[in-house]
């Protein structure tokens, strides 16, 4: 981030890796596969906003009615501030782990450079914590991910972008 603190983290990331809602979907139910090996979960916790999709789709494939949510916002649109916590756990879902998070399964799109993950593990300890993509950074951080990219790789998730005409690859395109 010194080398050039007037990019963003997504400029200063050299590739981009678009994912598209069906390819998410299906990295989703695989990161499920592997979840309902380690379960099972008293409740899935989404850290927003992120996480709300594929805590959903874990969720449904897991058979967990209980969702809470984590609200912690870090980075404004592409640039990393502070990380600020909006809402921790409810009381009823921090009971159901016993405080620490036990049995509880966090979910989120990404680890990064892995401050988030650090502020939930820092929360709940115990808990299991998911991402469906890892860059090197955050990975130490997760328990099961599915797919790792490098740390100049940014993830363009389907909420985040639509369809747009390309040019050709002949003609210089990415
Ligand atoms: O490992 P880190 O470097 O901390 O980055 C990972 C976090 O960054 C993104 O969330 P963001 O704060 O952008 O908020 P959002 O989920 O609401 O988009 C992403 O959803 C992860 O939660
Ligand atoms: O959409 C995103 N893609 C990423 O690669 C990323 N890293 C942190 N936050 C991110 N958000
Ligand atoms: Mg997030």
Request: hydrophobic letters at 40%; proline letters at 6%; charged letters at 25%.
């Amino acid at each position: 981030m010194a080398e050039h603190p007037e990019l963003s983290a997504q400029e200063r990331a050299g590739k981009a890796f678009p994912v598209s809602w069906d390819q998410f979907h299906r990295d989703c139910r695989a990161l499920t596969w592997r979840l309902n090996e380690v379960g099972p979960f008293h409740a899935v916790i989404a850290i927003t906003r992120g996480g709300l999709v594929p805590a959903a789709i874990v969720a449904r494939e897991l058979g967990v009615r209980v969702i809470d949510t984590v609200c912690i916002a870090s980075y404004d649109h592409n640039k990393q501030g502070d990380l600020n916590v909006l809402k921790g756990v409810s009381p009823d879902t921090a009971k159901l782990g016993g405080g620490t998070g036990k049995g509880l399964l966090i979910v989120d799109d990404l680890v990064d450079t892995g401050k988030t993950g650090r502020m939930v593990r820092d929360l709940l300890p115990d808990a299991h914590f998911a991402t469906v993509y890892a860059k090197p950074k955050g990975r130490p951080l997760v328990d099961t991910f599915i797919t790792e990219v490098s740390q100049d790789t940014w993830i363009f998730f389907p909420w985040d972008t639509a369809l747009s005409f390309q040019p050709p690859i002949r003609d210089g395109a990415a």
